[in-house]
């Protein structure tokens, strides 16, 4: 069998096992759990769903709150007790997901909310998400005051010869003890933040440099300076206006998501609820395509902001519309309304504009070369599948040294361990993986005959575990992770073909901080396996946790419901490498440390509540590839020190 015929099987078995697998596992307690949600007259009252739509509305967060709770009890790799002191995190949790840096609940607030403190455990078994609603009510009604409150505060002007001091990371800070002094809390944050964008002016003006600017660049400068308000309090305000839009017009998921993903981060740092936007977006990352027009887009001062136009999708092969232009309206098909998109929220205006392949979406925009005073113009583009190739590996080839020792170098940049799985799963022959596109490269530097290669994963956080599994196995044979489940079940998973090897050559991987999980699993196989040395920061993400994804609907076939309930990530179980180590915590150390600016952040598991600790098993037999491979690092440290 040939090396794609095998990875097509692999994907294809490995992916209808874990469905059939998860839906036996859960078929009875869910089908229970649903009738149960499904037959009981919700009392629980939700802002958000005073209208014909309240009794559906409140069904469904209690159909889809029980059920994520079913599987984390369940599932999860870490049991936890549904007790008072589950439910005192989950407040403080959800608390601080929406409100990190403290400005928005002072402590009154808290004392309010807490007549829920000891009750959320049993609130969340019966589905009761209500909450959730009640403290994003405030939170968004803050929102809205902070906004108000920095018109009239900015309006007002500021003594800057008077001396305050503010805390910047206010993570740990103590919340104001009442509204008055949340407000002067408030008016120093504006205060910061206002002296900030001054100072940051003044430092882009006395450093800037145009002669070092590409056509293109001056281009873009050219049309932001027609947008772009030069005052300072303008530019506060009409991002304090995006955020007031982004966050007044959540519906129900987008908030059940983030409660539901606070209550998953009790059970561990990576779990999360995904509604059907946060899944849709998953999706997009692991297959790296997406049925659209192919632009990138950001909310601006209450606009669609066109960021990037994506070579060779939909919207570069019409050519009207450009990096810049303002997106004010669109429409669906040729002769569908257009719905007003000015001061909408970018994820609502994304559902818009992203549709059915072969469809067509109409846009009106404004073209970013005439500014503010431009005139609407009107283009139809017919949507296709967009190739996020900009997002997947790339290789390229630098000549190193001088005359007769020069070397030729093949670099790899590898920013996540994708995979199209639906792709794979129907049996597509062209479906995108990380390890096909390797296997490309590595081809093409064969023929260019490379001396070495180096491998980037310093910003790659992860992704398929099944990718590193066969990724590993483009330069390995043998096991290459240990994985072990909640009831203390140990599998080890293996290259698949041990007959190929793509490249057998000197190699280099370059990790930092930010490198984790399946960057991991792949970066510990090679340095296990005596195959590449490691190199960056003293030490990876320590991310060891394998994470399974569950999309509710597909477990409901026996179910009359008909919405799209989302999916549930979570930790599922623990690798460890081929050496025993596991790599929560401590991650993948490296042989040769080069000072950087993650180095010094705080970045990590370690730094992540609720993780697991660091532990070890036995090690497996295998084989290390280099007998000189000790004696070649020592000389490489001292050289590079």
């Given amino acids: 069998m040939s090396y794609k015929a095998k990875i097509n099987a ?17 078929s009875g307690s869910f089908i229970n759990s649903v009738n ?49 002191d589950f439910s005192h995190k989950v407040f403080d949790k959800y608390l601080d997901m929406l409100d990190p840096s403290r400005i928005y609940f002072n402590q009154e607030d808290i004392k309010n909310l807490s007549k829920h403190y000891n009750k959320l455990d049993d609130m969340l078994e019966e589905g009761d998400a209500s909450f959730a609603f009640e403290v994003f009510d405030l939170y968004k009604k803050r929102i809205g005051e902070y906004r108000d409150f920095a018109e009239k505060t900015l309006n007002a002007g500021f003594n800057f010869d008077r001396e305050e001091y503010i805390i910047p990371d206010r993570r740990k800070a103590a919340r104001a003890a009442n509204y008055n002094d949340m407000l002067d809390l408030w008016r120093k944050n504006l205060k910061n933040e ?4 001054r100072l940051y002016e003044k430092m882009m003006a006395e450093n800037h440099d145009s002669s070092k600017e590409t056509a293109e660049d001056k281009k873009i400068e050219k049309i932001r300076t027609l947008w772009d308000s030069k005052d300072p309090k303008a530019k506060i305000l009409n991002h304090l206006k995006d955020i007031n839009n982004e966050v007044s017009q959540k519906n129900i998921l987008d908030v059940l998501d983030i409660y539901l993903t606070a209550v998953a981060q009790v059970y561990g740092p990576h779990s999360s609820y995904l509604s059907p936007k946060s899944n849709e977006d998953f999706d997009i990352r692991m297959s790296l395509s997406l049925s659209g027009i192919g632009a990138t887009l950001t909310s601006e001062d209450g606009l669609i902001r066109v960021v990037e136009i994506v070579p060779g999708g939909p919207a570069a092969k019409d050519g009207r519309l450009k990096k810049e232009d303002r997106i004010i309206a669109v429409g669906q098909g040729k002769n569908g309304k257009m719905v007003d998109v000015v001061n909408m929220s970018v994820s609502n205006a994304v559902k818009l504009i992203r549709g059915k392949e072969g469809s067509v979406v109409r846009l009106a925009i404004l073209p970013g070369d005439k500014g503010k005073n431009a005139k609407p113009q009107f283009i139809e583009i017919v949507r296709q599948k967009v190739e996020l190739k900009e997002a997947g590996a790339k290789g390229s080839i630098r000549t190193i040294g001088k005359d007769a020792v020069q070397k030729k170098i093949g670099v790899i940049k590898i920013p996540s361990f994708y995979m199209d799985f639906e792709g794979a799963f129907a049996g597509r022959k062209d479906y995108r993986s990380v390890t096909r596109d390797v296997d490309k490269i590595l081809a093409d530097f064969k023929k260019e005959k490379v001396d070495g290669i180096v491998i980037d994963l310093r910003a790659n956080g992860g992704g398929s575990l099944l990718e590193a599994i066969q990724l590993a196995g483009l330069f390995i044979n043998g096991p290459v992770v240990q994985i072990r489940d909640r009831n203390g079940r140990l599998a080890v998973r293996n290259d698949r073909d041990n007959n190929y090897i793509a490249y057998d050559g000197p190699m280099v991987i370059l990790n930092s901080r930010m490198s984790a999980s399946a960057s991991e699993i792949f970066s510990g196989a090679m340095r296990d396996y005596q195959r590449a040395f490691i190199v960056g920061d003293s030490g990876s993400f320590g991310k060891g946790t394998v994470l399974e994804v569950i999309k509710l609907n597909d477990l409901f076939s026996l179910i009359p419901i008909n919405f ?15 050496n025993g180590s596991s790599v929560q915590q401590l991650g993948i150390a490296a042989d040769i440390a080069i000072p950087s600016l993650t180095e010094e952040m705080e970045i990590g598991e370690r730094f992540s509540k609720n993780h697991l600790p660091w532990d070890e098993i036995d090690a497996l037999p295998y084989k290390r590839y280099y007998r000189n491979f000790d004696q070649i690092l020592v000389e490489l440290q001292k050289k590079s020190a």
Wanted: aromatic letters at 12%; glycine letters at 2%; one cysteine or more.
């Fill in 564 to 578: 799209d309930a989302g999916s549930l990530q979570y930790e599922s179980s623990v690798f460890y490498r081929v």
């Fill in 10 to 26: 692999v994907v294809s078995s490995l992916i209808i096992f874990t469905a059939v697998g998860a839906f036996i596992f859960f």
């Fill in 36 to 84: 149960a949600a499904l037959s009981s007259e919700s009392s629980q009252s939700y802002s958000f769903c005073e209208d014909a739509k309240q009794k559906s509305n409140a069904v469904r967060i209690r159909y889809v709150t029980r059920n994520v709770i079913s599987i984390l009890k369940s599932r999860h790799y870490r049991a936890q007790k549904h007790d008072d």
């Fill in 194 to 197: 206002l002296l900030n964008l």
